[in-house]
């Protein structure tokens, strides 16, 4: 299974020990017309929005004059409808508060949700651009499969440290929707191969 993980997260594969740093659950095969299906799988939503922090830093070299990344993601206690602020600022750095992001988590993400969470230190993977000259957040998500394939076509992502009451919560969803990839038939040799084969190994 960590060779085909491996091949799906290109060149930023990382070995990851599968399951090996948190203990996961796992649900038993339930019926699809099972009245206890809904009752047992998490929300796919988070359970508190998320507030997002850009930092930029100041350079001074002939290269670049700053350098945007994402700096954390921290509990959103903003009021609802509250804009982007700045939460510190001087004469190198520069960190800006982005509210108002849910966490949604998707069923066929289930194995990149694990490996994240089994990481040994799990992540929030931040996709952001360049908008009126402020590195500015646009999707976040806790796959780590889906974190490579956005690093894969060179957007700008940041990997900043999941809050530690997430991973449970992650876990158990993907834990419910993970369904591993059935292992392949191997062919067996028809009698006509068999006896070339027996012919060969008797010259």
């Known amino acids: 299974m960590a060779n085909v993980a ?7 594969f990382l070995q990851i020990k599968y399951l090996g740093a948190f203990p996961v659950a796992w649900p038993q095969r339930l019926a699809h017309n099972s009245p206890t299906m809904d009752a047992a799988t998490p929300s796919r939503l988070a359970p508190y929005s998320i507030a997002v922090i850009m930092e930029r830093v100041r350079l001074t070299n002939r290269w670049a004059t700053e350098r945007w990344e994402a700096k954390g993601v921290v509990r959103d ?28 988590l998707h069923p066929d993400e289930a194995e990149g949700y694990l490996y994240n969470v089994t990481s040994p230190e799990p992540k929030v993977f931040v996709m952001w651009r360049m908008r009126d000259e402020i590195a500015r957040p646009e999707l976040l998500s806790v796959s780590y499969h ?58």
Request: aromatic share 6%.
């Open 77 to 104: 206690v903003t009021p609802s409808g509250s804009g982007e602020r700045v939460i510190v600022q001087d004469e190198r750095i520069t960190q800006i508060l982005f509210p108002g992001f849910v966490l949604k």
């Open 146 to 203: 889906e974190g490579a394939r956005w690093m894969d076509t060179e957007a700008n992502v940041g990997g900043v440290a999941l809050p530690p009451d997430l991973p449970p919560w992650i876990a158990a969803y993907a834990a419910a929707h993970y369904k591993p990839e059935p292992k392949k038939k191997v062919r067996n040799a028809s009698r006509k191969d068999e006896g070339v084969a027996s012919r060969r190994g008797s010259d």
């Open 6 to 12: 491996a091949q799906r997260q290109g060149k930023h």
